[in-house]
């Protein structure tokens, strides 16, 4: 059954390096919409798990950790921080280590949980363009657009690719976040139905802006 809501939601899905990240700021900057990365979340919660050095693997202590730990998200039009005990972590979430341990701590699911509760309190504020790798599929599979974004492995490597890491490197890790993603038992990545599949593996992000917005236009003329 379809959940009433007083605003409206668009949910972009898709693997590392699909251009979700970007295409959703990029969206929400245009029409006026609060911004959320899910992702940013799950890292911020991977940093706090690093910095006080537990194993991201282990679920007690890990759960332990964040029912200590207060995370708060200022979501506007094109933009996103994350706060933990009141602290802007914004800055520190894209190191290596917290991406290559992220996937490890959101796979627990009292994680899981929590934040998809705060994920939807977010959208009683106001219209909100959501990304993250189950948006579509937990968050909000009643959300007015559902956007699957993809890639070729190769393409998305190229994007990630950074100058202390090797293209043959990036494209091992991704292949290996994509395994874990789509096959861990809790909230997996994945095409759901009513979702609208988008290749960006030859579009620019201006096309994939646009692609989006002509979706949600076409979406809200129907309704």
Do not use: W
Request: proline fraction near 3%; hydrophobic fraction near 40%.
């Amino acid at each position: 059954m379809k959940v009433k809501r007083k605003f409206k939601v668009i949910a972009i899905d898709g693997p590392a390096g699909s251009g979700k990240s970007t295409t959703a700021k990029l969206v929400a900057r245009k029409l006026g919409f609060l911004y959320l990365d899910t992702g940013a979340m799950y890292r911020a919660l991977t940093y706090q798990v690093l910095r006080k050095k537990i194993e991201p693997t282990s679920s007690s202590e890990v759960v332990s950790l964040i029912e200590k730990t207060k995370l708060s998200v200022l979501s506007r039009p094109g933009t996103c921080r994350i706060l933990l005990d009141g602290k802007d972590v914004s800055a520190g979430l894209r190191s290596q280590a917290v991406e290559e341990n992220v996937s490890a701590v959101s796979r627990h699911a009292a994680v899981r949980k929590r934040m998809v509760a705060l994920q939807r309190a977010v959208a009683r504020k106001g219209n909100l363009v959501i990304e993250g790798r189950d948006t579509t599929s937990v968050v909000f599979p009643d959300a007015d657009l559902k956007v699957y974004l993809e890639a070729s492995l190769i393409e998305r490597a190229r994007r990630k690719a950074k100058i202390k890491r090797t293209l043959r490197l990036e494209k091992m890790e991704l292949a290996r976040r994509d395994r874990f993603d789509s096959t861990r038992k809790i909230a997996p990545l994945k095409k759901t139905k009513g979702s609208i599949v988008v290749d960006t593996t030859r579009l620019s992000i201006p096309q994939q802006v646009k692609r989006v917005l002509e979706l949600y236009q076409n979406k809200v003329e129907l309704q």
